[in-house]
């Protein structure tokens, strides 16, 4: 049974949380680029459980130089007659970077699975082994932290029905969307079968409820800032340097005549 996710986080509550957190990533951020180290963090789940505000919870303060999202389109061509792991290990991290993967090689237990896309021997292949190719990641120094968000059925409703009303968030209600909204257990169990083959000591699998968005994201953020040992970077206090006045000139009166964008605001 689904734990009771409580009351809905007021705003000013969340923010503050959010904000000491975001602080901590900041100190992750410095730690990484530091000590050269490798992270992929891995972000699945169902269809509007809320990976997209989670992400957009943790970069939004950080540098996208070591913070980097990783969202492939379709293959092309080409890249479905590579290697299927190809195209995804091409983008892991180099030393002083964090990769997080908006879906990642989990598409072939998942939505390929589900909907036809790779043969029922493929995804076979993928679970037995997707084990082996994450250890082979982890035994050469890259840590890999893998998240699934779990949304309940009538909160996955809700939330595809406020993108169908709502002109600003339609775009994010794909036909694929309603695919899965209609195939809800036959999803469930491929995500079973998922958890089942490739939950293990070099790589587990950790679930969030996201019923909650902002409950969610902090439980989230918390947990994958627990699984790094990371330590705060004493760095100098920066100084403003004085401004110069060589070459001093009117540099305002220069742009008179030219274009501005009209204050409406």
Known sequence: MAKDVGEKLKRKQYEKELGKLQVELCH???????????????????????????????????????FRVVALPAPTDRQKSQMY???YIEQLPAGGEIVIFDRSWYNRAGVEYVMGFCTPEQHERFLELCPSVERYIVGGGTRLLKIWLEVGQKEQERRFMARIDDPVRQWKLSPMDLESFKRWYEYSKARDMMLERTDTDDAPWYIVRTDNKRRARLNAITHLLSQIPYKRIDKAKVKLPSRSDKRHYDDQATLEGRRFVAEQY
């Open 85 to 87: 792991m190809q195209r």
């Open 28 to 66: 992750l951020q410095d730690w990484v680029k530091a000590t050269g180290e490798r992270i992929v963090i891995v972000l699945e789940g169902r269809d509007a459980a809320g990976k997209g505000g989670l992400i957009k919870a943790m970069t939004e303060r950080v540098s996208p130089r070591v």
